[in-house]
């Protein structure tokens, strides 16, 4: 067996996209220019190939029932072996596939994932739901240790479509395996939009999305994919555990929250309804620039306490604004927008452009103008710059990892009476533990992505690469880095992740910032709905008998 | 024993407010003409008196460390043995106080709570947390079964205090026993407001409000206390759960969030970090007429579903209204208000105001225009004696009691589409119960309390009485209306709670609205925390080893 079952577009095994992916000549151009600031080489390695990679025969055989929906082809496997993060890829360029799953299966419905719950429960077989594979926190990879008779990755594409759409009350039911363009492309004909766009996007699910509490494209008020979900469905080892479908309620604990943040360790989300907005036709944007980074955060604290509630509140340090395209380097960029559906947005913006100012902010007044003349100025202007480059990053990444260049990120929040001591302090112990494991001088470079009335959500970059130049030796000063970030973004008071996930590399933070009794008030609940600990072992919570530390391990 | 050991003002034990309490002359009226419509004799039965009551001896001794904390005081004990639903002030008037807790405790610190849970835990006694104690739906009763030693009402009243105000991100750490009017009290010097106003204001508290998930002073966006919660710490029988303090988190499921609507079972809130708002300085308001209810909905609809996110959009049906004093009785009335500290609201009314003239509502422009021009429309106009007489309602509930009426209310929320049906349905099988109970033909009235983008919450009032007029057929027909009440908004759709909670009286309804899955799953994280199942036992979880009923229950 050594044909995909997967019915889309072939992915890139070792890195982001489809297959066939490909840079711009502009897009790779910038990316020289970042390898060259690091004397790095340009990539001209040869990129991975499946017939590299030397697979383990599969230790279990599906039941014979279900064995039509189950791929073993090498394909697949590498596919299914890892997410996205910058170690996954990294492993991928040194040939390594350590735990590649024994199959995936591609169930065509509910009940067939039913179905291989239940055998899996019995044959005491781990299953690791699998969406989009865009998790980059260790979060789909079958790394499940040997308390297991075998591993499938369960990949939920064949769950897909848009079951029922409520313009009334505008909702819809949606299977949990949507990639974001399947389900916008089903809503489209409705006139209605999901509009949750994290940058993975085109490669991520609704039901990734809500296990994994995704951050989207509200930058203000509804930021996570929590605020959106309206009741869920999750086909457990015991069961089906459906939700009310409610706009509000108070009736206990609220069953949808514990989904929420779930990471496939309790059940296979199989369907959602989520709320839907109509499209926005009225737009405001503004692109504003301040001399100093912390004068331009207490511009944002100001908004995010305003109630104005932009859409977009992206504030850039100028090592990220001129990554992304919109400043020189020296100036701090607040990507500012407001949309809506209903009304012209002139007083929003007009106010938030005075509290900007107060704050030193500068504006093209004329450009805001043009913004709200109903033209194309959110997609020409700053933001249209900043929003291309927002979803482009990812596919820049890959010639990066080839070349030896650990190019990663990590996200957090805190409240904003800590915010000015966390960013020193976070840039300080990351400096650090990145002279130490790597030689290098690195500056991290930082935005917000989401901001709210007590405090910012902090996303930092890293670009630095190993002493001698080698991916082998990246990817170890990468597990040390990777620790050190964990340890600085609690310690100083922040979260483990925003809207990440926690997966297995983040695990080290969240034992520190989780009180130990809540997960053993999670693990209890697990036990009722996975009394075999099938589900995704590793990620929250230990499998069986053994720890689980950080991925980015070799064969 | 018999000084009662609480610190305030001596409560109304036989129904709501402090033992003072009176109405003012116009209050009186609009309650005797209520009373007269429903050929109900004016109130002039004595009401209760503490000597009335015998009360068995407490079963239990507490330990000598913690017994000056104490009290087994006639009135602290018939204080606490039950909430502020109809059915328990009815039973004050019956003279009836089936279930008293042996002790009432008034722990001076968090290190008493732990104590005396280790204490209760060891004896196996049942502990109540008991907040301002204005549960309306048995929430804090001591009714708990043959299963326990005894039963002891765990007072939070001196825990009152908010121990830490960060300026910068506008949050609190609030000690769960504090009154609304305490913390906003301690609030005021810092210029700042939590803002939350239950229609129990006056007598709940901030721990009560988070385990309940209490619905607050906005209408729509931030509903619930849930939105205002930053981190909580719960003292459970297993040690304490502590959050993070956090502005937001994709940190695996959140732990606040199983807190939220715990309702004593889980621990004792003993603090919480709650977000803040500077005071208003700016307001709109409006009053809007419609002839027709079902099409005021739709302008509420557009409303919701506009982002325009206004602070007040209570919808008052003809009854409704009239009993709110701002309208004749034909009338639907819709009380709009915006509110901000940042800036003015011309823009958000303006839009509003022809959204609600899209579907037919009439206004007084003046009115409107005057409500922003900074004077005090917002106190004398519809919408202040609209507030005005929602915090005066539980007042005039007291007289109705005593003269045989059944003033009640539930509430719920429902998606858009289902709505109409369910308006109808719920009326229709409510009009059915009462009649079967009492003999009476009886209409709900209906205002809308919250409204997100995707459903209202409808919150319904009955008045009726029973055919004999006596206290006692009035609380048995109490008893089967709850029930057909907590069936019907299930059946059609909505939850058994939007904000009032679930405690004893809405189980059956809980039961059928919750997946059993999630109930044994939280029953197991119930286990962990509280492991020889003490706390509140009744309520959301059954007792060990027997089911609990509904409240009202005679001795």
Chains 1, 2 share one sequence.
């Not at 020289?32 to 030397?54: C, T, Y």
């Not at 499938?152 to 363009?181: F, K, T």
């Not at 901001?451 to 030796?473: E, L, N």
Request: charged share 20%.
């Amino acid at each position: 067996m050594t044909e995909s079952l997967s019915r889309r577009a072939p992915r890139r095994f070792w890195g982001w996209g489809n297959a066939d992916a490909a840079l711009s000549p502009r897009e790779q151009a910038t990316v020289n220019s970042m390898l060259a600031a690091l004397d790095a080489p340009l990539d001209d390695r040869p990129v991975p190939q499946v017939g590299e990679f030397k697979l383990p025969a599969p230790r279990v055989a599906p039941p014979v029932a279900l064995a039509p929906m189950f791929s073993a082809a090498p394909l697949d496997r590498l596919n299914h072996s890892a997410g996205k993060s910058w170690a996954d890829c990294a492993r991928m360029w040194l040939r390594q596939a350590p735990t590649p799953p024994d199959w995936v299966a591609y169930p065509d419905d509910e009940q067939a994932v039913a179905d291989i719950l239940d055998w899996a429960s019995a044959a005491k077989v781990a299953v690791i739901p699998y969406g989009g594979g865009s998790s980059v926190c260790g979060g789909v990879e079958a790394a499940v240790g040997s308390g297991y008779a075998g591993a499938v990755s369960l990949d939920l594409e064949r769950l897909n479509r848009v079951l029922e759409v409520d313009p009334v009350s505008r909702a819809a039911r949606i299977q949990g395996g949507a990639l974001g363009p399947e389900l916008e492309a089903q809503l489209k004909p409705h006139g209605l939009t999901l509009r949750h766009f994290p940058q993975s996007f085109e490669f991520s699910t609704l039901g990734g999305w809500i296990v994994t509490r995704s951050g989207g494209h509200y930058a203000t008020q509804h930021t996570h994919i929590d605020d959106f979900v309206e009741a869920t469905r999750l086909v457990t080892p015991r069961g089906v555990l459906q939700s009310r479908r409610l706009p509000g309620s108070g009736a206990g604990p609220a069953p949808d929250r514990l989904v929420l943040g779930s990471e496939g360790t309790l059940g296979v989300l199989t369907e959602a309804w989520v709320r839907l907005q109509a499209p926005p036709r009225f737009r405001a944007s503004a692109a504003v620039q301040f001399a100093d980074f912390l004068q331009a955060t207490e511009a944002v604290r100001a908004i995010a306490q305003s109630g104005l509630a932009p859409s977009n509140c992206r504030l850039l340090d100028p090592r990220e604004a001129l990554f992304a395209g919109v400043a020189d380097g020296r100036r701090t960029v607040l990507v500012l927008g407001f949309e809506s559906a209903d009304h012209p947005l002139q007083a929003w913006m007009q106010r938030a452009l005075e509290l900007v100012a107060d704050h030193g902010g500068q504006f093209d007044a004329q450009a805001v103008e043009r913004s709200m003349a109903g033209g194309d100025e959110h997609r020409s202007g700053a933001a249209g710059a900043w929003r291309d480059a927002f979803l482009r990053m990812p596919y820049w990444r890959d010639p990066a990892v080839g070349a030896g260049v650990i190019l990663d990120t990590f996200e957090t929040a805190v409240t904003w009476d800590r915010f000015a001591a966390f960013y020193q302090g976070v840039k300080a112990d990351l400096a650090r533990a990145i002279h130490a494991a790597t030689g290098q001088q690195s500056e991290l470079s930082c935005r917000f992505t989401h901001v709210y009335a007590d405090g910012p959500a902090p996303y930092f970059t890293i670009a630095t690469r190993a002493a001698d130049g080698s991916v082998a030796s990246a990817l170890a000063a990468w597990r040390d880095i990777k620790q050190a970030a964990n340890a600085a973004v609690v310690a100083h008071g922040g979260t483990i992740t925003h809207h990440h996930a926690v997966g297995r590399d983040h695990r080290s933070g969240y034992e520190r910032e989780v009180d130990p009794l809540f997960r053993q008030m999670l693990a209890a609940a697990k036990q009722v709905a996975d009394p075999h600990a099938v589900l995704n072992p590793g990620v929250l919570f230990d499998p069986a008998g053994r720890a689980v530390g950080i991925t980015g391990a070799l064969g």
